[in-house]
Each structure stands twice: as structure tokens, then as C-alpha cells.
């Protein structure tokens, strides 16, 4: 008998360090005025579907995309699915960082790059990924997840899922409240879904 799930991932609303254009990472910034609209249309949209887990990143950014789902479904907050840790480069803008070092344009091109003070691609997308197999491990048949974070969880997640290297991280856009639904049988992605707020109305 197939073991079968069903897996959203999502992408936090858009923050005020993603309108500054700052390097952020693990570090915490406020969703911004936009941002709150959005969460507001995405939980109005999400909180239709019997989830049966869900789980978020600790940054508040994350947390805040599905305030107003946390009534309906507890989430567990952790840590390993959090953003690159960009370590003494957050707070810059991407300009700046850029002109320190051009590799960090693209640092799925440079995986071992470590950001000054934090980690290297290589080590976000392994401490993610880790987690994802280890928790997936515990779910049981037809469930429905719910995970919450950030473009490097999306991303990380995907790559895995999808089979495809570091070098192939940018492949897919992911913007701000997009997700992805996933079906899942024994391990194995069988098809995807990804939709954006415009889809959904």
C-alpha cells in the first residue's frame, strides 16, 4: 500500500528588509505593511485546508505570515528551517555585500563561501534538508504539513525533493507568500503545484 502526504511549503510575506534590499538572513526583521496583507490574504486562503502539522522558522517574519491560522493549527518552531545565518553581513545591502565580494551574487556557485561570522550555502541547505528527511520520517499516512520559512527553506527543500544540485538552487522564482504543494508518496515527489498570491485571488 502506497504511503501517500501531502506537503505545503511556504515563503514568509514580504518584510521590511526585503523592500530595504538588505542582506537579512537568520536575522529578525518585521514583515512590513504590505507584508501584513499579505499574510492576512494567505491565512484566509490556507486556513481551508485540514492541515494536520504545520511548523515555522523562529524569525518572526515567518510567524506573523500565519498569525491568524494559529487559532486552527499549532505549529512547531524550528529552528533548522531558519534562513542562511549571513553572520556580520547582515544589514547590509546587497550592493554593499556584492561589492565586498562578487561570489555573493551567486553563492549557490560558491557553496563553501561562508558569509564573514556566519555559514556557507553548503551548510544552510544541509542543516535544512536534515531536518526535512528526520521530521518526515515521523508523519503518517495523509497527512497534511504545513511548513513554513524562507526562500532558503523553499529552495533547499525543493532541491532534495527534485533531485538537483546546489548549482541548480535559483532555478525556480519564488516570491514573497508563494507556495508550494507537494505530493508525496513513499519519499518520493510525484507532483507539485506552485502558486503565487495572484493565483489564489
Not at 530595504?20 to 504590505?34: A, F, H, I, M
Not at 499516512?141 to 546546489?166: A, F, W
Amino acid at each position: 500500500m502506497d504511503f501517500k502526504m501531502e506537503v505545503y511549503i511556504l515563503r514568509h510575506a514580504i518584510s521590511i528588509a526585503n523592500e530595504k534590499n538588505l542582506v537579512c538572513g537568520s536575522r529578525d526583521y518585521p514583515l512590513s505593511e504590505t507584508g501584513i496583507k499579505q499574510a492576512n490574504r494567505i491565512c484566509n486562503h490556507l486556513q481551508k485546508i485540514p492541515f494536520t502539522l504545520g511548523y515555522s522558522s523562529p524569525l518572526s517574519r515567518s510567524i506573523d505570515t500565519i498569525k491568524y491560522m494559529k487559532e486552527k493549527l499549532q505549529f512547531n518552531i524550528v529552528a533548522e528551517i531558519s534562513e542562511v545565518d549571513t553572520g556580520d553581513a547582515s544589514h547590509m545591502t546587497f550592493e554593499k555585500l556584492w561589492s565586498l565580494d562578487n561570489r555573493y551574487r551567486s553563492p549557490w556557485l560558491h557553496p563553501y563561501l561562508r558569509y564573514p561570522a556566519g555559514e556557507c550555502f553548503y551548510e544552510m541547505i544541509n542543516r535544512i534538508q536534515s531536518w526535512f528527511l528526520n521530521e518526515s520520517n515521523k508523519w503518517k499516512e495523509n497527512d497534511i504539513v504545513l511548513i513554513v520559512g524562507h526562500e532558503g527553506t523553499l529552495r533547499s527543500i525543493l532541491l532534495n525533493l527534485l533531485n538537483l544540485k546546489i548549482s541548480e538552487y535559483p532555478t525556480f522564482p519564488i516570491k514573497n507568500c508563494d507556495y508550494f504543494h507537494l505530493f508525496i508518496t513513499d519519499g518520493v515527489l510525484k507532483e507539485k503545484k506552485h502558486l503565487t498570491l495572484e493565483d489564489i485571488g
